[in-house]
């Protein structure tokens, strides 16, 4: 089987798809994407052109996508997000093609009714279409008819184990984000505040780099906890998975606090729940799907500082509690989000969707 990926070839995610695919012999695998992110042996790269240095730019390299794939004569195009590389699978001309929706890409994207009308098309010339949470298949269902497959972003549950890293009595709340406004890592380390005047015996580790960071850093200056307060920066789980995973693993506390609903999956809450970290997560998006309130983790609402306060407060004085919510966190996860599943939910839909081709 020859396939093509259209996507963005430095996102971790896309990048996790293609390891995981080029592993089987039996398929030959071709990304088309821009000439950025690792490359992986035994893959066959197709760069799209940088013109503009807008999104103007997907629509500039449309016939170089047709070119390609005429070139390559591919069983398959597989477009992750359903705007920009979906886009392009659209206007190649080229059947059968899945579309892969990410989230924000279905909830932010379509600002005007151009996109919306050019979205909805999209999805009518799909031949297949997949989510990865169920927030975004109802979200789908208002643009399309088509039946929506739910494969999720899981983890390799072999990876990302139980292993707790002994903190001599500091309990350790770590979240892995992008510091952008989406996240709302400012209400995490305002609630950290909260929390410091009762317990001396909190740290708080903050994995990720974006456009907030000196904000963030300036703002544990002025509540008064920078010496309680770690910034890592962006650690590449790709080429640097040691190092990603022992920080992950000496997280007593997991935190994740997006504030729009177009945070759907949310990655990172599934990989510290398959380490047996409980989880604080707010109450958007797809976050409710992955972290059972009061089970695995506490749901809080977004923005709001004395709940998220309120729900670390438990489970620092609370060891048993935390373990328990680990335990059911990992469960959870060997139950839905085992990597190696939703690789073969995939590879099934790629059979599926090229055989329905060929009979119709």
């Known amino acids: 089987m020859k396939v093509i ?52 730019d997907y629509l500039l390299n449309i016939f170089k996508v047709k070119s390609y794939i005429k070139k390559i004569k591919p069983h398959l195009v597989h477009a992750h997000y359903a705007t920009s590389y979906g886009f392009l699978a659209r206007f190649s ?16 994207s379509p600002k005007n009714y151009f996109m919306k009308k050019l979205l909805v098309n999209t999805f009518k010339n799909a031949d297949a279409i997949s989510v990865l949470s169920e927030i975004t298949r109802v979200e789908i269902k208002k643009l399309s008819n088509k ?21 001599n009595g500091i309990v350790k709340i770590g979240t892995i984000r992008t510091l952008s406004e989406k996240y709302g890592v400012e209400y995490l380390i305002r609630a950290f505040a909260l929390v410091c005047n009762s317990h001396q015996n ?23 906890i920078e010496n309680k307060v770690v910034f890592h920066g ?27 609903d177009s945070e759907t999956f949310g990655v990172a809450a599934v990989e510290a729940s398959a380490c047996g970290i409980p989880v604080v997560a707010t109450n958007v998006g797809g976050l409710p799907e992955v972290i059972d309130s009061e089970k695995s983790g506490i749901i809080v609402p977004p923005k709001n500082v004395k709940a998220t306060a309120i729900a670390f407060e438990r489970l620092i004085s609370n060891e048993n509690l935390r373990i328990n ?36």
């Open 5 to 56: 990926i259209l996507g963005e070839n430095n996102s971790v995610h896309i990048q996790k798809w293609i390891q995981a695919i080029a592993s089987f012999a039996e398929l030959q695998l071709h990304v088309i994407s821009f000439d950025r992110g690792v490359k992986y042996e035994g893959v066959t790269y197709h760069p799209l052109s940088v013109i503009s240095g807008t999104k103007v």
């Open 93 to 108: 001309g080229f059947h059968p093609f899945i579309i892969t929706g990410w989230g924000a890409d279905i909830f932010d």
């Open 147 to 167: 039946y929506v497959h739910l494969i999720p972003f899981g983890v390799d549950i072999n990876k990302f184990g139980v292993k707790k890293t002994d903190n």
């Open 234 to 260: 962006f650690v590449n789980q790709n080429s640097s998975f040691e190092k990603y995973i022992e920080i992950l693993q000496s997280f007593d506390i997991f935190a994740i606090l997006s504030i729009l």
């Open 325 to 360: 919510m680990g335990k059911n966190g990992r469960l959870k996860v060997e139950n839905n989000y085992n990597w190696s599943t939703n690789i073969n939910q995939m590879l099934n839909l790629y059979s599926e969707t090229i055989k329905n081709k060929k009979n119709n």
């Open 202 to 224: 909190i740290k708080l580790e903050i994995v990720g780099d974006g456009p907030l960071r000196s904000f963030l850093e300036n703002l544990t200056v002025e509540l008064g």
